[in-house]
């Protein structure tokens, strides 16, 4: 039997208000919330390792849907604590207990992190912890959201030492949800490059999968890994240092792609938007190269400098910072961006004086990717003046007539409020603009697939007919040069038939957006039509339609009496006034909001997604596209 003194109704009731706002103390209760769960758990193990203590952490996905954390540090002190009770009950029940964390120089106090273990307790249907240290083996347990199910009970003796920890969400909190092996392995394998101290072993017990990962060289590695597949044009550059207790320590590697692929750390934590840190690097090579080319006479006195966007092509690049708490400064919504206005001097000296020396040590190198920044500065200062002629002669010379003839502009003057609507094929496209709201709605016919953009260069836009003319009716740019407030649309809407081809074109569209106008995904302005599979008609009712083959079976099963189904197998085999209506009517339709978050892991994937196999492409779209009702966001 518990007794229930004043202090344990106290901290019931601190976890019970965990309980009632998940989302003040985890973000929220999806996907994401639960597995801030697992992350809490785990980050204490990577303390334990970041100060010195063991070297494995373990995370096992059970066949009952908990999830076990061990790791072979010190394991958590299995002391009394002054409340009277043992140090791991307060640990894991009260709010905050985890909280020395905070007092410790390099923990991130921006975002979710540390807010401790109690906080998974508290959103969990139990938690079992067993701790090995001082020669004894320790069991405490919890259940129904934080209650002392088992308090901390000596069970063996052991010569080892760590702690172990199993929990198990409270699954009516985190509907829908489950816990994913590539979600938890993606943000693992980071931590992994981070930290090349560390060893990490994941495995899914239901599932049958499991991977161990431990990179001696760290941040080396890392770039290796994003370059993989790749054509690199030299060994990976590493350098670092440290100034006003802020270290820094930054990997580069340039390959033939055209792509820029940058990704910052604070603190082993990711800052998905930048900040100073990264400002200070780009402007720390861009005066490296430019310093080298022109002591080197590779830009002569009358040229223009290389711009940072010419540097950075092919580029990828890790950096990684320690920084003080004190120092510490997080900006923008999701406190994703480092504010610390130190961090971009520091990073810039030492990008500054590190590549330079590099590039004077290594004149071979120096010049493949000078070259390169060249070629891209000779393509970018063609495609401005080209883009400069075409807005001025407004159509009247025959390349611009060609570019319009294809599109039916809207009408309507408040660009935001404007979509345009990318349609496969040229009969599909005919309908579109017969029913379409000539105000808002403008239409692109495509004719067949649109270049693969994965290794395309802005040059080889330009001499594409399908991307030019998309480009031409946005009106913002391309690649570097893409300036999001020029665009002619609130929305860009793909609209593809419901088959292989019709995912393969999305996949190459998204792929060139991705590549060459990404402010457009990144400001939510990408979307899919979603078409109907099936129309469905019973009796005298009205018409109505369907859009997977999941909701066919069931409509089936309701429906007593005659009815007639039609498969659309694709969007030119629905009248005009259908496709409008089904899938293009703000009223009616439902589209897809295309999300990619992880740049790092974008990349990845378009490269897996570019090759032949359909089933990969079909499990991407599900999980980068968002299945949200356009309303929802348009909040
Ligand atoms: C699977 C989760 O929590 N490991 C862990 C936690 C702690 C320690 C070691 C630890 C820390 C310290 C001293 C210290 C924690 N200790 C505390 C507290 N793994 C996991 N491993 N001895 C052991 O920082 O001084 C909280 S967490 F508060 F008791 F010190």
Redesign the pocket.
Known sequence: MTKYDASSIKILEGLEAVRKRPGMYIGSTDKKGLHHLVWE??D??I??II?G??DTIKITLNKDDSIT???N?????IGMHASGKS?PEV?YTVLH??G??ESDGYKVSGGLHGVG?SVVNALSSWMDVTIFTEGIVSNIRFSNGGSVEKPLTKIGETRKT????TFKPDYEMFKNSSFSFTTIAERMQESAFLLPQLTIEIEDIPDEKAVIYHYENGLINFVEYINENKKTLHKVIHFGGSKNEIEVSIAMQYSESYNENILSFVNNVKTGDGGSHEVGFKTGITKAFNDYAKSNGIIKGKDSNLDGSDVREGLSAVISLKIPEKLLQFEGQTKGKLGTPEARSITESITYESLKFFLEENKEVALLILDKALKSKVAREAARKAREAARKGTGKNSKERVLSEKLAKATGKDYSKNELFLVEGDSAGGSAKTYRNRETQAILPLRGKVLNCEKASSHDIESNAELKQIEYAIGAGLGANFDISESNYGKVIIMTDADVDGSHIQILLITFFYRFMRPLIENGMLYIATPPLYSIEMGTKKKEYIATDEELEEKKKEIKGNYKIQRFKGLGEMNADELYETTMDPNNRRLLRVNLTDAAIAEKRIHLLMGDQVEPRKEWINENVDFTLEDDFRK
């Open positions: 758990i785990v204490n193990s303390d334990e100060n203590y063991g954390i061990s790791d540090g010190r394991g958590v002190p140090t640990i207990a985890g020395k964390f273990a760590g702690t172990s920890v």
